[in-house]
T-cell receptor
Framework: DTEVTQTPKHLVMGMTNKKSLKCEQH?????MYWYKQKAKKPPELMFV???????INESVPSRFSPECPNSSLLNLHLHALQPEDSALYLC???????????FGNGTRLTVT | GQNIDQPTEMTATEGAIVQINCTYQ??????LFWYQQHAGEAPTFLSY????GLEEKGRFSSFLSRSKGYSYLLLKELQMKDSASYLC????????????FGAGTRLFVKA
């Protein structure tokens, strides 16, 4: 199994909703990431978990709350989002610090 | 800080060779990656350079010159399916698990 799996593929939510994005990998990778990508822009790093501990938070607003329940799972909890938060949210994992990133197919989020 | 520059768009003909350049300015260096991203899809890893020189993998090759802060991705025998964005990315020199992406080069392959 060499995949990073993200659910759901698409999500539409109102500004008062609470939702969660889920990511799973079974490659034994030690690091997992959340990236945000707007159309025609590169991925922007949001959070990094290393050995299930949050190691990097790129000054992301608190309406985004990451969680790493175990070494294979990564969640992103969403609350009170704004329309400008609409984007493709990509989860990735890597074996080591200098290893390539393996991306999931992303969740396309629309905030109405 | 980090600065990664690459051309915004390129057009090439099927069967030809194209070179996509990337320059970076960082206080240190922990490796450079190239990713391919088709529209609406996730990026996929193409190549990794940490030492100077050329890395070849099938139709794709990547070159690195650390002294010049320069890399290129070479695509040979272009196919229509190679139409995609190509992202140059540098590992943050301060360590940690931070990969910084360039804005990407959109490659259009025409018949």
């Amino acid at each position: 199994d060499t995949e990073v799996t993200q659910t759901p593929k698409h999500l539409v939510m109102g500004m008062t909703n609470k939702k969660s994005l889920k990511c799973e990998q079974h490659m034994g990778h030690r690091a997992m990431y959340w990236y945000k990508q707007k159309a025609k822009k590169p991925p922007e790093l949001m959070f990094v978990y290393s050995y299930e501990k949050l190691s990097i938070n790129e000054s992301v607003p608190s309406r985004f709350s990451p969680e790493c329940p175990n070494s294979s799972l990564l969640n992103l909890h969403l609350h009170a989002l704004q329309p400008e938060d609409s984007a493709l949210y990509l989860c990735a994992s890597s074996q080591e610090e200098n290893s390539p990133l393996h991306f999931g197919n992303g969740t396309r989020l629309t905030v109405t | 800080g980090q600065n990664i520059d690459q051309p915004t768009e390129m057009t090439a003909t099927e069967g030809a060779i194209v070179q996509i350049n990337c320059t970076y300015q960082t206080s240190g260096f922990n490796g450079l990656f190239w990713y391919q991203q088709h529209a609406g899809e996730a990026p996929t890893f193409l190549s990794y350079n940490v030492l100077d020189g050329l890395e070849e993998k099938g139709r794709f090759s990547s070159f690195l010159s650390r002294s010049k802060g320069y890399s290129y991705l070479l695509l040979k025998e272009l196919q229509m399916k190679d139409s995609a964005s190509y992202l140059c990315a540098v590992r943050d020199p301060t360590g940690g698990f931070k990969t910084i992406f360039g804005a990407g080069t959109r490659l259009f392959v025409k018949a």
